[in-house]
Protein backbone atom coordinates (compact mmCIF):
# COMPACT_ATOMS: atom_id res chain seq x y z
CA UNK A 1 0.00 0.00 0.00
CA UNK A 2 1.70 3.25 -0.65
CA UNK A 3 -0.43 6.50 0.57
CA UNK A 4 0.49 10.25 -0.78
CA UNK A 5 -1.28 13.31 0.07
CA UNK A 6 -1.30 16.69 -1.67
CA UNK A 7 -1.63 20.04 0.59
CA UNK A 8 -0.72 23.26 -1.09
CA UNK A 9 0.53 25.28 1.84
CA UNK A 10 -2.73 23.93 3.80
CA UNK A 11 -2.39 24.05 7.63
CA UNK A 12 -2.68 20.93 9.78
CA UNK A 13 -5.50 20.78 12.16
CA UNK A 14 -8.00 18.36 11.99
CA UNK A 15 -8.32 15.54 10.08
CA UNK A 16 -6.49 12.14 11.02
CA UNK A 17 -5.59 9.69 8.02
CA UNK A 18 -6.69 6.33 9.18
CA UNK A 19 -5.77 3.41 7.27
CA UNK A 20 -7.72 0.07 7.97
CA UNK A 21 -8.23 -3.17 6.21
CA UNK A 22 -10.17 -5.97 6.93
CA UNK A 23 -10.47 -8.11 4.45
CA UNK A 24 -13.44 -9.97 3.22
CA UNK A 25 -13.94 -12.92 1.16
CA UNK A 26 -11.62 -13.65 -1.65
CA UNK A 27 -12.44 -14.86 -4.70
CA UNK A 28 -16.42 -14.04 -3.94
CA UNK A 29 -18.63 -11.18 -4.97
CA UNK A 30 -18.85 -9.06 -1.82
CA UNK A 31 -22.22 -8.11 -0.34
CA UNK A 32 -22.52 -5.45 2.04
CA UNK A 33 -24.40 -5.79 5.27
CA UNK A 34 -25.01 -2.20 5.14
CA UNK A 35 -24.97 1.13 3.39
CA UNK A 36 -21.44 2.44 3.14
CA UNK A 37 -21.01 5.42 5.44
CA UNK A 38 -16.86 5.59 6.20
CA UNK A 39 -15.11 7.23 3.57
CA UNK A 40 -18.62 8.14 1.53
CA UNK A 41 -19.35 12.27 1.16
CA UNK A 42 -20.97 14.29 3.35
CA UNK A 43 -19.91 13.22 6.58
CA UNK A 44 -20.42 14.78 9.59
CA UNK A 45 -16.68 16.70 9.66
CA UNK A 46 -17.27 17.64 6.01
CA UNK A 47 -18.48 17.58 2.94
CA UNK A 48 -17.38 16.85 -0.79
CA UNK A 49 -17.63 19.44 -3.15
CA UNK A 50 -17.38 19.38 -7.03
CA UNK A 51 -14.44 17.90 -9.05
CA UNK A 52 -13.55 21.16 -11.05
CA UNK A 53 -10.67 21.24 -13.91
CA UNK A 54 -8.62 22.91 -11.85
CA UNK A 55 -8.58 20.26 -9.11
CA UNK A 56 -7.58 17.98 -11.95
CA UNK A 57 -4.72 19.83 -13.60
CA UNK A 58 -3.16 20.26 -9.70
CA UNK A 59 -3.67 16.86 -9.64
CA UNK A 60 -1.94 16.03 -12.68
CA UNK A 61 0.75 18.04 -11.85
CA UNK A 62 1.33 16.74 -8.58
CA UNK A 63 0.81 13.41 -9.78
CA UNK A 64 3.55 13.74 -12.94
CA UNK A 65 5.85 14.95 -10.25
CA UNK A 66 6.15 18.81 -11.06
CA UNK A 67 5.09 19.64 -8.17
CA UNK A 68 6.01 17.66 -4.69
CA UNK A 69 3.03 16.68 -2.04
CA UNK A 70 3.51 18.03 1.31
CA UNK A 71 4.17 14.08 2.59
CA UNK A 72 3.93 10.97 0.97
CA UNK A 73 5.51 7.58 1.71
CA UNK A 74 5.51 4.25 0.65
CA UNK A 75 5.94 2.57 4.02
CA UNK A 76 9.13 0.68 3.14
CA UNK A 77 10.91 2.37 5.71
CA UNK A 78 10.28 1.02 9.46
CA UNK A 79 11.87 4.45 11.05
CA UNK A 80 9.52 6.31 8.94
CA UNK A 81 6.04 4.35 9.52
CA UNK A 82 6.92 4.07 13.29
CA UNK A 83 6.97 8.20 13.37
CA UNK A 84 5.26 9.52 11.35
CA UNK A 85 1.81 6.98 12.06
CA UNK A 86 0.57 5.45 15.46
CA UNK A 87 -0.32 1.76 15.79
CA UNK A 88 -3.75 1.46 17.10
CA UNK A 89 -4.16 -1.23 19.21
CA UNK A 90 -8.03 -1.84 20.48
CA UNK A 91 -11.26 -4.22 20.72
CA UNK A 92 -14.40 -2.35 19.93
CA UNK A 93 -17.63 -4.34 20.78
CA UNK A 94 -18.92 -2.28 17.11
CA UNK A 95 -16.12 -4.14 14.96
CA UNK A 96 -15.72 -7.44 13.74
CA UNK A 97 -12.09 -7.59 14.15
CA UNK A 98 -9.80 -6.41 16.97
CA UNK A 99 -7.12 -4.22 15.68
CA UNK A 100 -3.42 -4.66 17.08
CA UNK A 101 -0.07 -3.15 15.94
CA UNK A 102 1.38 -7.02 15.81
CA UNK A 103 -0.55 -6.96 12.51
CA UNK A 104 1.16 -4.14 10.85
CA UNK A 105 4.35 -4.68 8.60
CA UNK A 106 6.82 -2.47 6.87
CA UNK A 107 7.91 -4.06 3.02
CA UNK A 108 9.43 -3.24 0.26
CA UNK A 109 6.37 -3.93 -1.08
CA UNK A 110 4.50 -1.16 0.90
CA UNK A 111 2.60 -1.18 4.25
CA UNK A 112 1.24 -4.82 5.26
CA UNK A 113 -2.28 -5.10 7.40
CA UNK A 114 -2.81 -8.73 8.36
CA UNK A 115 -6.20 -10.02 9.01
CA UNK A 116 -5.28 -12.98 11.48
CA UNK A 117 -7.26 -15.38 13.90
CA UNK A 118 -7.39 -13.00 16.99
CA UNK A 119 -5.85 -14.32 20.25
CA UNK A 120 -7.15 -12.53 23.53
CA UNK A 121 -9.64 -10.84 21.68
CA UNK A 122 -13.32 -10.59 21.81
CA UNK A 123 -13.56 -10.95 18.41
CA UNK A 124 -12.74 -13.60 16.61
CA UNK A 125 -10.18 -11.81 13.72
CA UNK A 126 -7.62 -9.12 14.14
CA UNK A 127 -6.49 -6.61 11.90
CA UNK A 128 -3.78 -3.96 11.54
CA UNK A 129 -4.57 -0.29 11.90
CA UNK A 130 -2.47 3.14 11.37
CA UNK A 131 -3.55 6.97 12.16
CA UNK A 132 -1.21 9.38 10.56
CA UNK A 133 0.38 11.64 14.05
CA UNK A 134 -0.30 14.72 11.48
CA UNK A 135 -4.22 15.98 11.08
CA UNK A 136 -4.83 17.84 8.15
CA UNK A 137 -7.94 19.97 7.12
CA UNK A 138 -8.22 19.00 3.56
CA UNK A 139 -6.79 18.24 0.58
CA UNK A 140 -6.30 15.88 -2.09
CA UNK A 141 -5.57 12.32 -0.61
CA UNK A 142 -4.35 9.38 -2.62
CA UNK A 143 -3.83 5.76 -1.85
CA UNK A 144 -2.97 3.19 -3.63
CA UNK A 145 -4.51 -0.57 -2.36
CA UNK A 146 -3.76 -3.81 -3.25
CA UNK A 147 -5.97 -6.59 -1.80
CA UNK A 148 -3.68 -9.45 -1.39
CA UNK A 149 -4.77 -13.17 -1.99
CA UNK A 150 -6.72 -15.00 1.01
CA UNK A 151 -6.18 -18.72 1.41
CA UNK A 152 -6.02 -19.51 4.44
CA UNK A 153 -6.35 -22.25 4.10
CA UNK A 154 -10.28 -21.33 5.79
CA UNK A 155 -8.52 -19.22 7.67
CA UNK A 156 -10.98 -16.48 6.50
CA UNK A 157 -12.05 -12.98 8.39
CA UNK A 158 -15.93 -11.93 8.44
CA UNK A 159 -19.03 -14.18 8.34
CA UNK A 160 -17.90 -18.14 7.18
CA UNK A 161 -19.78 -19.41 4.31
CA UNK A 162 -19.76 -22.81 2.79
CA UNK A 163 -17.36 -21.98 -0.17
CA UNK A 164 -15.02 -20.49 1.98
CA UNK A 165 -13.92 -23.76 3.92
CA UNK A 166 -10.60 -25.34 2.38
CA UNK A 167 -11.11 -28.86 0.70
CA UNK A 168 -8.98 -31.35 -0.15
CA UNK A 169 -7.88 -35.16 0.44
CA UNK A 170 -5.40 -36.93 2.15
CA UNK A 171 -2.18 -38.18 -0.13
CA UNK A 172 -0.71 -40.90 2.17
CA UNK A 173 3.09 -41.36 2.19
CA UNK A 174 4.02 -40.12 -1.34
CA UNK A 175 7.52 -41.49 -1.55
CA UNK A 176 5.99 -44.77 -1.13
CA UNK A 177 5.40 -44.53 -4.70
CA UNK A 178 8.24 -44.29 -7.40
CA UNK A 179 8.98 -41.03 -9.31
CA UNK A 180 6.91 -41.99 -12.17
CA UNK A 181 3.84 -42.83 -9.91
CA UNK A 182 4.19 -39.65 -7.82
CA UNK A 183 4.04 -37.83 -11.20
CA UNK A 184 1.19 -40.16 -12.54
CA UNK A 185 -0.98 -39.41 -9.49
CA UNK A 186 -0.08 -35.53 -9.23
CA UNK A 187 -1.24 -35.29 -12.61
CA UNK A 188 -4.55 -37.21 -11.85
CA UNK A 189 -5.39 -35.09 -8.79
CA UNK A 190 -4.70 -31.58 -11.36
CA UNK A 191 -6.97 -33.18 -13.53
CA UNK A 192 -9.65 -33.84 -10.65
CA UNK A 193 -9.85 -30.33 -9.45
CA UNK A 194 -7.86 -31.57 -6.22
CA UNK A 195 -5.92 -27.68 -4.79
CA UNK A 196 -4.79 -28.95 -1.65
CA UNK A 197 -2.82 -32.45 -0.52
CA UNK A 198 -2.11 -33.29 3.10
CA UNK A 199 0.63 -35.74 3.92
CA UNK A 200 3.34 -36.81 6.80
CA UNK A 201 6.65 -35.79 6.76
CA UNK A 202 9.62 -37.30 8.87
CA UNK A 203 13.31 -35.93 9.46
CA UNK A 204 14.98 -38.39 7.49
CA UNK A 205 12.87 -38.26 4.45
CA UNK A 206 13.31 -34.33 4.35
CA UNK A 207 14.56 -34.12 0.76
CA UNK A 208 12.21 -36.80 -0.98
CA UNK A 209 9.11 -34.98 0.40
CA UNK A 210 10.45 -31.80 -0.22
CA UNK A 211 10.86 -32.47 -3.66
CA UNK A 212 7.50 -33.97 -3.70
CA UNK A 213 6.04 -30.74 -2.71
CA UNK A 214 8.16 -28.71 -5.63
CA UNK A 215 6.50 -31.25 -8.03
CA UNK A 216 2.93 -30.60 -6.75
CA UNK A 217 3.27 -26.45 -6.75
CA UNK A 218 3.65 -26.93 -10.19
CA UNK A 219 0.66 -28.66 -10.42
CA UNK A 220 -1.12 -26.05 -8.44
CA UNK A 221 -1.71 -28.06 -5.25
CA UNK A 222 -0.80 -26.69 -2.28
CA UNK A 223 0.35 -29.15 0.69
CA UNK A 224 -1.12 -29.53 3.99
CA UNK A 225 1.91 -30.73 6.45
CA UNK A 226 2.16 -33.49 9.60
CA UNK A 227 5.25 -32.60 10.83
CA UNK A 228 6.09 -34.63 13.78
CA UNK A 229 7.80 -33.07 16.44
CA UNK A 230 8.25 -32.39 20.01
CA UNK A 231 6.89 -29.88 21.89
CA UNK A 232 8.59 -28.49 25.49
CA UNK A 233 5.98 -27.13 28.05
CA UNK A 234 6.55 -23.46 28.97
CA UNK A 235 8.39 -22.41 25.95
CA UNK A 236 5.99 -22.08 23.35
CA UNK A 237 6.85 -19.59 20.92
CA UNK A 238 5.94 -18.66 17.03
CA UNK A 239 8.41 -17.42 15.27
CA UNK A 240 9.07 -18.04 11.80
CA UNK A 241 5.55 -18.17 9.12
CA UNK A 242 3.18 -16.38 10.64
CA UNK A 243 0.72 -16.72 7.98
CA UNK A 244 0.59 -20.57 7.28
CA UNK A 245 -2.39 -21.97 9.61
CA UNK A 246 -0.74 -23.76 12.23
CA UNK A 247 -3.12 -26.68 13.87
CA UNK A 248 -2.10 -28.52 16.84
CA UNK A 249 -1.78 -32.59 16.55
CA UNK A 250 -4.49 -34.48 15.50
CA UNK A 251 -7.81 -34.81 17.93
CA UNK A 252 -8.82 -38.49 17.53
CA UNK A 253 -12.75 -38.97 17.89
CA UNK A 254 -12.38 -42.02 19.66
CA UNK A 255 -15.60 -44.38 21.29
CA UNK A 256 -13.89 -45.73 24.64
CA UNK A 257 -10.33 -43.84 26.82
CA UNK A 258 -7.35 -45.98 27.83
CA UNK A 259 -5.48 -48.64 25.73
CA UNK A 260 -6.03 -49.12 22.37
CA UNK A 261 -5.65 -52.98 20.88
CA UNK A 262 -2.69 -51.89 18.09
CA UNK A 263 0.93 -53.14 18.05
CA UNK A 264 1.90 -48.99 18.95
CA UNK A 265 1.43 -48.08 22.90
CA UNK A 266 -0.87 -46.01 22.38
CA UNK A 267 -3.48 -44.43 25.02
CA UNK A 268 -6.74 -42.84 23.62
CA UNK A 269 -7.20 -39.63 25.38
CA UNK A 270 -10.76 -37.59 24.64
CA UNK A 271 -10.63 -34.77 22.88
CA UNK A 272 -12.22 -32.66 25.58
CA UNK A 273 -9.47 -33.94 27.88
CA UNK A 274 -6.12 -33.03 24.88
CA UNK A 275 -7.46 -29.56 24.47
CA UNK A 276 -7.64 -28.88 28.32
CA UNK A 277 -4.42 -29.82 28.27
CA UNK A 278 -3.18 -27.82 25.30
CA UNK A 279 -4.61 -24.84 27.35
CA UNK A 280 -3.18 -25.69 30.75
CA UNK A 281 0.79 -25.66 28.75
CA UNK A 282 0.35 -22.73 26.52
CA UNK A 283 -0.12 -24.90 23.17
CA UNK A 284 -3.59 -23.41 22.49
CA UNK A 285 -2.55 -19.98 22.16
CA UNK A 286 -0.06 -20.79 19.25
CA UNK A 287 -3.05 -22.38 17.03
CA UNK A 288 -5.15 -21.45 14.06
CA UNK A 289 -8.06 -23.83 14.38
CA UNK A 290 -8.45 -27.22 16.29
CA UNK A 291 -7.47 -30.55 14.07
CA UNK A 292 -10.07 -33.52 14.06
CA UNK A 293 -10.48 -36.79 12.87
CA UNK A 294 -13.40 -38.37 12.73
CA UNK A 295 -14.60 -41.84 11.06
CA UNK A 296 -18.43 -41.95 10.91
CA UNK A 297 -20.24 -45.18 11.32
CA UNK A 298 -21.33 -46.45 7.56
CA UNK A 299 -24.49 -48.55 8.57
CA UNK A 300 -27.43 -48.26 6.69
CA UNK A 301 -26.69 -45.79 3.82
CA UNK A 302 -29.84 -43.77 2.82
CA UNK A 303 -31.53 -44.52 6.03
CA UNK A 304 -32.94 -41.21 8.18
CA UNK A 305 -32.53 -42.19 11.45
CA UNK A 306 -28.77 -43.72 10.87
CA UNK A 307 -28.14 -40.23 9.66
CA UNK A 308 -29.74 -38.27 12.27
CA UNK A 309 -27.48 -40.53 14.55
CA UNK A 310 -24.07 -40.02 12.30
CA UNK A 311 -25.23 -36.04 12.49
CA UNK A 312 -25.17 -36.03 16.30
CA UNK A 313 -22.02 -38.00 16.45
CA UNK A 314 -20.57 -35.18 14.40
CA UNK A 315 -21.96 -32.61 16.66
CA UNK A 316 -20.75 -34.18 19.73
CA UNK A 317 -17.25 -33.96 18.40
CA UNK A 318 -17.77 -30.64 17.16
CA UNK A 319 -19.97 -28.09 19.00
CA UNK A 320 -18.14 -28.55 22.32
CA UNK A 321 -15.41 -26.99 20.71
CA UNK A 322 -16.02 -25.59 17.36
CA UNK A 323 -17.34 -22.53 18.05
CA UNK A 324 -18.11 -19.33 16.75
CA UNK A 325 -16.88 -17.33 19.57
CA UNK A 326 -13.49 -20.01 20.06
CA UNK A 327 -11.24 -21.30 17.49
CA UNK A 328 -12.65 -22.73 14.28
CA UNK A 329 -11.95 -26.82 13.33
CA UNK A 330 -10.54 -28.60 10.52
CA UNK A 331 -11.42 -32.38 9.75
CA UNK A 332 -8.37 -33.35 7.89
CA UNK A 333 -9.52 -36.77 8.43
CA UNK A 334 -12.78 -38.31 7.65
CA UNK A 335 -14.05 -41.04 5.22
CA UNK A 336 -15.64 -44.20 4.65
CA UNK A 337 -13.93 -47.86 4.88
CA UNK A 338 -14.36 -49.77 1.50
CA UNK A 339 -14.97 -53.89 2.11
CA UNK A 340 -14.19 -55.01 -1.43
CA UNK A 341 -11.21 -54.23 -3.34
CA UNK A 342 -13.33 -55.52 -6.51
CA UNK A 343 -15.60 -52.02 -6.72
CA UNK A 344 -19.06 -53.57 -6.84
CA UNK A 345 -21.35 -51.22 -8.05
CA UNK A 346 -24.03 -51.75 -5.23
CA UNK A 347 -20.97 -50.30 -2.38
CA UNK A 348 -20.02 -47.68 -4.61
CA UNK A 349 -23.62 -46.11 -4.79
CA UNK A 350 -23.49 -46.50 -0.70
CA UNK A 351 -20.62 -44.91 -0.31
CA UNK A 352 -21.61 -41.63 -2.32
CA UNK A 353 -24.90 -41.96 -0.33
CA UNK A 354 -22.54 -41.54 2.64
CA UNK A 355 -20.40 -38.88 1.48
CA UNK A 356 -23.55 -36.94 0.07
CA UNK A 357 -24.96 -37.04 3.73
CA UNK A 358 -21.89 -36.06 5.35
CA UNK A 359 -21.03 -33.35 3.06
CA UNK A 360 -24.44 -31.62 3.74
CA UNK A 361 -24.12 -31.95 7.94
CA UNK A 362 -20.42 -30.03 6.82
CA UNK A 363 -21.92 -27.99 4.76
CA UNK A 364 -24.15 -26.46 8.17
CA UNK A 365 -20.87 -26.17 10.09
CA UNK A 366 -19.23 -24.36 7.75
CA UNK A 367 -22.51 -21.86 7.48
CA UNK A 368 -21.85 -21.58 11.33
CA UNK A 369 -18.36 -20.34 11.06
CA UNK A 370 -17.13 -23.89 13.22
CA UNK A 371 -15.70 -25.87 10.36
CA UNK A 372 -13.13 -24.08 7.94
CA UNK A 373 -11.23 -26.87 6.86
CA UNK A 374 -12.29 -30.86 5.21
CA UNK A 375 -9.55 -32.98 4.50
CA UNK A 376 -10.83 -36.52 3.08
CA UNK A 377 -9.21 -39.65 3.74
CA UNK A 378 -7.61 -40.82 1.84
CA UNK A 379 -7.46 -40.24 -2.58
CA UNK A 380 -4.57 -42.70 -2.74
CA UNK A 381 -2.39 -44.45 -0.45
CA UNK A 382 -4.41 -46.77 1.47
CA UNK A 383 -6.08 -49.09 -0.41
CA UNK A 384 -8.83 -49.49 1.93
CA UNK A 385 -10.14 -45.78 2.08
CA UNK A 386 -9.14 -44.69 -1.44
CA UNK A 387 -11.00 -42.56 -3.58
CA UNK A 388 -9.60 -43.68 -6.78
CA UNK A 389 -10.67 -47.45 -7.14
CA UNK A 390 -10.77 -49.95 -10.16
CA UNK A 391 -8.73 -47.21 -12.38
CA UNK A 392 -10.89 -44.09 -11.68
CA UNK A 393 -12.30 -42.14 -9.30
CA UNK A 394 -15.04 -43.48 -7.19
CA UNK A 395 -18.75 -41.57 -7.34
CA UNK A 396 -17.61 -40.88 -3.30
CA UNK A 397 -14.68 -39.35 -4.94
CA UNK A 398 -16.66 -36.78 -7.28
CA UNK A 399 -18.57 -35.81 -4.37
CA UNK A 400 -15.95 -35.01 -2.42
CA UNK A 401 -14.45 -32.80 -4.43
CA UNK A 402 -17.93 -31.36 -5.31
CA UNK A 403 -18.63 -28.07 -4.33
CA UNK A 404 -20.52 -27.41 -1.56
Known sequence: MQRRIWLESWIPRSIVLAIWLSFAQAGAAATLSSPVSWGSPDQPWGQRRAVTAADRSAIAAYRSGRKAPIFATNFTSVSELQSDWSAVSDDNAGNQSCRRPGNIES????????????????????????????????????????????????????TVQAGDVLRGVNFVRPIQFSLEEQNAKLNELQAAGVQVMRFGMYAQDKDKNLDFIKRAQAHHISTVLILHGLYTPGAPERRL????????????????????????????????????????????????????????????????????????????????????????????????????????ASEERDHALLVQEMIGDFTRLAKEGRL????????????????????????????VLAPF
Not at 117 to 130: E, H, I, K
Not at 279 to 294: E, I
Not at 378 to 387: I, K, P, V
Request: aromatic residues 12%.
Open 107 to 158: STAGLRLKTLLANGCRARWSTGYVASKATYAYGFFEARIKIGDVMSAGILPG
Open 372 to 399: TGLIYYSWTGDGQFDLTRCGSISDAGRQ
Open 241 to 344: NKHTPLLPTSLVDIEQEGPWPTPKPYDGVSVLAAIAFFRAHGLDRLVDAYNLHTYPWGDRPGDKTSAIHRMRRLGALVDPICGTNGKPCWITEWGFAYASKACP
